[in-house]
């Protein structure tokens, strides 16, 4: 059976729970939900959200890094939006960091309320190749 191993980095925001920023499986990465956090200070970007989806696909990238592998070897990401009036914005960013074809399956949802009050968390699933 595969063993499965904690992802750690400072790159990306510290788990502040009982999770790990991300956990790798035989060849899998699983990334645990980011939120805009800028790692180097502990605080929450500003309020827009083309800001936010950015710090949060950083800090995605950063913990797939620390695990061997990138954003062009996602295959699935779950968006979780505070508010969907925000989802042209957030999809704009979004497209600018997932080049690679094919693009990851996805599916995005709005929510009560996200943790820090955010505009925006994603997690993914990706493949270490």
């Known amino acids: 059976m595969a063993e499965l191993k904690k992802i750690e980095t400072d790159k990306a925001p510290g ?13 899998f ?15 929450k970007v500003e ?18 890094e620390a695990a061997g ?10 968006v979780f939006l505070k508010d969907m009036n925000d989802f042209k914005d957030m999809n704009e960013v979004y497209a600018s960091k997932f080049v690679t074809e094919p693009k990851p399956a996805r599916q995005a949802v709005q929510v009560g ?14 493949y270490k190749g």
């Open 47 to 64: 309020e827009d959200i083309k800001v936010q989806t950015d710090r949060v696909i950083e800090n995605i990238k950063a913990v797939l």
């Open 29 to 43: 990465v699983f990334v645990s939900g980011q939120l805009p956090v800028n790692p180097k200070t502990g605080q």
């Open 15 to 27: 788990a502040v729970g009982p999770y790990s920023q991300g956990t790798q499986i035989g060849g």
């Open 113 to 126: 309320r996200l943790p820090i009050d955010a505009m925006v968390e994603v997690s993914c699933i990706a």
């Open 69 to 78: 592998s990138d954003l062009s070897q996602v295959v699935r990401c779950d």
